[in-house]
Protein backbone atom coordinates (compact mmCIF):
# COMPACT_ATOMS: atom_id res chain seq x y z
CA UNK A 1 0.00 0.00 0.00
CA UNK A 2 3.03 2.15 0.61
CA UNK A 3 4.04 1.55 -2.64
CA UNK A 4 0.94 3.52 -3.76
CA UNK A 5 1.54 6.31 -2.20
CA UNK A 6 5.07 6.90 -3.59
CA UNK A 7 3.67 6.43 -7.16
CA UNK A 8 1.06 8.89 -6.14
CA UNK A 9 3.34 11.22 -4.83
CA UNK A 10 5.40 10.71 -8.47
CA UNK A 11 2.83 11.11 -10.54
CA UNK A 12 1.85 14.33 -8.76
CA UNK A 13 5.67 15.91 -8.61
CA UNK A 14 5.72 14.81 -12.68
CA UNK A 15 2.31 17.02 -13.27
CA UNK A 16 3.84 19.88 -11.42
CA UNK A 17 7.36 20.06 -13.37
CA UNK A 18 9.67 17.61 -11.87
CA UNK A 19 11.94 16.05 -14.40
CA UNK A 20 13.65 13.44 -12.11
CA UNK A 21 12.26 11.88 -8.89
CA UNK A 22 14.68 10.23 -6.88
CA UNK A 23 12.94 7.69 -4.14
CA UNK A 24 14.82 7.45 -0.88
CA UNK A 25 13.25 4.25 0.68
CA UNK A 26 13.94 5.33 4.82
CA UNK A 27 10.99 3.53 6.57
CA UNK A 28 12.25 0.38 9.16
CA UNK A 29 14.46 -1.68 7.31
CA UNK A 30 14.53 0.66 4.45
CA UNK A 31 13.94 -1.90 2.00
CA UNK A 32 9.81 -1.63 2.28
CA UNK A 33 8.41 0.33 -1.37
CA UNK A 34 8.17 -2.16 -3.94
CA UNK A 35 10.66 -1.51 -6.34
CA UNK A 36 8.97 -3.78 -9.27
CA UNK A 37 5.98 -1.67 -8.96
CA UNK A 38 7.76 1.33 -9.02
CA UNK A 39 6.60 4.28 -11.42
CA UNK A 40 9.20 3.86 -14.00
CA UNK A 41 10.02 7.46 -14.51
CA UNK A 42 11.47 7.17 -10.76
CA UNK A 43 14.52 6.21 -9.59
CA UNK A 44 14.96 4.57 -5.93
CA UNK A 45 17.49 4.51 -3.42
CA UNK A 46 17.18 1.49 -0.99
CA UNK A 47 19.25 -0.37 1.55
CA UNK A 48 20.65 1.16 5.11
CA UNK A 49 23.39 2.19 6.35
CA UNK A 50 23.55 5.15 4.00
CA UNK A 51 25.79 8.15 5.26
CA UNK A 52 22.76 10.88 5.57
CA UNK A 53 19.98 7.69 5.83
CA UNK A 54 16.83 9.18 5.64
CA UNK A 55 18.26 12.46 3.49
CA UNK A 56 20.64 11.04 1.52
CA UNK A 57 20.73 12.52 -1.72
CA UNK A 58 19.66 15.64 -0.42
CA UNK A 59 23.48 17.39 -1.75
CA UNK A 60 23.07 16.04 -4.81
CA UNK A 61 21.86 18.99 -6.23
CA UNK A 62 17.91 18.01 -5.59
CA UNK A 63 14.91 21.23 -5.60
CA UNK A 64 13.04 19.89 -3.29
CA UNK A 65 12.16 17.22 -0.49
CA UNK A 66 9.13 15.66 -0.33
CA UNK A 67 8.53 13.74 3.64
CA UNK A 68 6.55 10.93 2.70
CA UNK A 69 4.37 8.94 5.20
CA UNK A 70 5.92 10.91 8.13
CA UNK A 71 4.54 10.51 11.81
CA UNK A 72 5.41 13.10 15.06
CA UNK A 73 8.53 12.89 16.75
CA UNK A 74 9.85 10.75 20.11
CA UNK A 75 7.38 11.50 23.25
CA UNK A 76 4.80 13.46 21.98
CA UNK A 77 0.81 12.15 21.00
CA UNK A 78 0.68 10.36 17.03
CA UNK A 79 0.45 7.46 15.19
CA UNK A 80 3.63 5.48 15.58
CA UNK A 81 5.34 8.43 17.08
CA UNK A 82 9.07 7.90 17.73
CA UNK A 83 12.38 9.31 16.66
CA UNK A 84 14.91 6.82 14.92
CA UNK A 85 14.59 4.52 17.27
CA UNK A 86 10.92 3.08 18.08
CA UNK A 87 11.04 3.04 22.13
CA UNK A 88 14.59 3.77 23.63
CA UNK A 89 14.45 7.49 22.57
CA UNK A 90 11.51 9.31 24.65
CA UNK A 91 12.36 12.65 23.09
CA UNK A 92 14.81 14.52 21.00
CA UNK A 93 15.62 18.10 21.18
CA UNK A 94 17.42 20.61 18.40
CA UNK A 95 18.93 23.56 19.65
CA UNK A 96 16.24 23.35 22.34
CA UNK A 97 13.08 22.59 20.36
CA UNK A 98 11.76 19.17 20.31
CA UNK A 99 12.32 17.70 17.25
CA UNK A 100 10.26 15.05 15.10
CA UNK A 101 12.40 13.56 12.31
CA UNK A 102 10.81 16.11 10.21
CA UNK A 103 12.45 18.98 12.03
CA UNK A 104 15.63 17.14 11.95
CA UNK A 105 15.65 16.56 8.57
CA UNK A 106 14.50 19.77 7.56
CA UNK A 107 17.32 21.49 9.50
CA UNK A 108 19.51 19.26 7.50
CA UNK A 109 17.61 20.08 3.88
CA UNK A 110 17.94 24.07 4.72
CA UNK A 111 21.35 23.78 5.47
CA UNK A 112 21.84 22.15 1.35
CA UNK A 113 19.57 24.53 0.34
CA UNK A 114 16.91 22.66 -0.58
CA UNK A 115 13.04 23.34 -0.03
CA UNK A 116 10.35 20.72 1.77
CA UNK A 117 7.75 20.64 -0.63
CA UNK A 118 5.39 18.34 0.85
CA UNK A 119 5.01 16.54 4.44
CA UNK A 120 2.20 13.37 4.57
CA UNK A 121 1.30 11.97 7.96
CA UNK A 122 -1.94 11.65 10.23
CA UNK A 123 -3.05 15.16 11.49
CA UNK A 124 -0.94 15.66 14.52
CA UNK A 125 2.27 15.02 12.00
CA UNK A 126 0.96 17.77 9.89
CA UNK A 127 0.29 20.37 12.53
CA UNK A 128 4.18 19.47 13.14
CA UNK A 129 5.05 19.99 9.91
CA UNK A 130 3.32 23.13 9.74
CA UNK A 131 5.26 24.42 12.64
CA UNK A 132 8.73 23.87 10.97
CA UNK A 133 8.22 24.35 7.37
CA UNK A 134 5.36 26.64 7.24
CA UNK A 135 4.88 27.24 3.90
CA UNK A 136 5.12 23.64 2.70
CA UNK A 137 1.98 21.75 1.17
CA UNK A 138 1.07 19.57 3.92
CA UNK A 139 -1.56 16.36 3.50
CA UNK A 140 -2.88 14.28 6.79
CA UNK A 141 -3.59 10.56 5.50
CA UNK A 142 -5.16 9.77 8.80
CA UNK A 143 -6.71 11.19 11.80
CA UNK A 144 -4.70 10.51 15.03
CA UNK A 145 -7.14 8.20 17.91
CA UNK A 146 -3.30 6.72 20.09
CA UNK A 147 -0.26 5.99 18.84
CA UNK A 148 -1.67 2.39 17.58
CA UNK A 149 -5.00 3.61 16.46
CA UNK A 150 -6.31 5.93 13.79
CA UNK A 151 -9.54 6.81 11.52
CA UNK A 152 -8.69 6.26 7.90
CA UNK A 153 -10.11 6.52 4.32
CA UNK A 154 -9.85 4.41 1.62
CA UNK A 155 -5.79 3.96 -0.29
CA UNK A 156 -7.74 5.11 -3.73
CA UNK A 157 -8.79 8.63 -1.34
CA UNK A 158 -5.46 9.30 -0.26
CA UNK A 159 -3.58 8.65 -3.22
CA UNK A 160 -5.71 11.37 -5.17
CA UNK A 161 -4.87 13.22 -1.80
CA UNK A 162 -1.25 12.45 -2.42
CA UNK A 163 -1.02 13.23 -5.87
CA UNK A 164 -2.80 16.67 -5.99
CA UNK A 165 -0.32 17.44 -2.74
CA UNK A 166 2.36 16.99 -4.66
CA UNK A 167 1.25 18.52 -7.65
CA UNK A 168 1.16 21.71 -6.03
CA UNK A 169 3.81 21.76 -3.90
CA UNK A 170 6.36 21.65 -7.15
CA UNK A 171 5.64 25.74 -6.69
CA UNK A 172 7.87 25.82 -4.38
CA UNK A 173 10.24 23.91 -6.25
CA UNK A 174 13.79 25.60 -6.39
CA UNK A 175 16.80 25.71 -4.34
CA UNK A 176 18.00 28.42 -2.22
CA UNK A 177 21.12 29.75 -0.26
CA UNK A 178 22.03 27.54 2.45
CA UNK A 179 23.86 27.98 5.14
CA UNK A 180 26.08 26.12 7.51
CA UNK A 181 25.84 27.18 11.32
CA UNK A 182 26.34 24.71 14.57
CA UNK A 183 23.88 22.97 15.67
CA UNK A 184 22.81 21.01 19.92
CA UNK A 185 20.92 17.76 19.73
CA UNK A 186 20.06 16.22 23.16
CA UNK A 187 18.67 12.82 23.49
CA UNK A 188 16.61 11.27 26.26
CA UNK A 189 16.55 7.92 26.63
CA UNK A 190 14.04 5.45 28.67
CA UNK A 191 17.10 4.13 30.32
CA UNK A 192 19.67 4.81 32.36
CA UNK A 193 22.31 2.56 31.03
CA UNK A 194 21.23 3.55 27.02
CA UNK A 195 22.84 7.14 28.48
CA UNK A 196 25.79 5.82 29.60
CA UNK A 197 26.38 3.71 26.32
CA UNK A 198 25.95 6.77 24.37
CA UNK A 199 28.12 9.23 26.17
CA UNK A 200 31.02 7.08 25.24
CA UNK A 201 30.71 8.77 21.82
CA UNK A 202 33.42 11.31 21.72
CA UNK A 203 32.15 15.16 22.09
CA UNK A 204 28.95 13.01 23.69
CA UNK A 205 27.94 14.97 27.26
CA UNK A 206 26.11 12.97 29.80
CA UNK A 207 23.92 15.38 31.01
CA UNK A 208 21.65 13.71 33.41
CA UNK A 209 20.68 9.92 34.34
CA UNK A 210 18.98 9.75 31.07
CA UNK A 211 20.05 12.46 28.26
CA UNK A 212 22.66 12.81 26.56
CA UNK A 213 23.96 16.33 24.55
CA UNK A 214 26.46 17.23 21.74
CA UNK A 215 27.32 20.04 19.52
CA UNK A 216 28.26 20.07 16.11
CA UNK A 217 29.52 22.35 13.64
CA UNK A 218 27.00 21.68 11.32
CA UNK A 219 23.95 19.97 10.59
CA UNK A 220 24.96 17.83 8.41
CA UNK A 221 28.02 16.66 11.12
CA UNK A 222 24.86 17.02 13.97
CA UNK A 223 22.88 14.18 12.14
CA UNK A 224 26.19 11.91 11.72
CA UNK A 225 26.97 12.06 15.12
CA UNK A 226 22.99 11.56 16.06
CA UNK A 227 23.37 8.35 14.27
CA UNK A 228 26.36 7.06 15.84
CA UNK A 229 24.15 7.80 19.42
CA UNK A 230 21.27 5.71 18.43
CA UNK A 231 23.22 3.06 16.93
CA UNK A 232 25.41 2.61 20.10
CA UNK A 233 22.18 3.04 22.58
CA UNK A 234 20.43 0.42 20.50
CA UNK A 235 23.04 -1.99 20.79
CA UNK A 236 22.92 -1.57 24.34
CA UNK A 237 19.15 -2.57 24.76
CA UNK A 238 18.74 -5.76 26.76
CA UNK A 239 15.99 -8.59 25.92
CA UNK A 240 14.56 -8.77 29.04
CA UNK A 241 14.42 -5.26 30.30
CA UNK A 242 15.16 -2.98 27.39
Known amino acids: MFTSDVNACIAGLYAGGATDV ?9 RNVLLEDLDTRARMLTGRHKPLSMMQ ?16 GAGVEGVLSHTYLPNQITGVWLDGVHASEGRLNSALAAEHGVPVLLVTGDDL ?4 ANDYVRDAQTVAVKECVSRYAAICTPPSVTAAAIEAGSRAAMARAGRFAGSISGHRIEVEFDAAHLAAAAAVVPTVEQLDVRRVGFDAVSMTEAMKAFKVVTAIASGAVEGSYG
Open 57 to 72: GIDSGMDGVVFLGYHT
Open 125 to 128: TCED
Open 22 to 30: LVNEAHSSQ
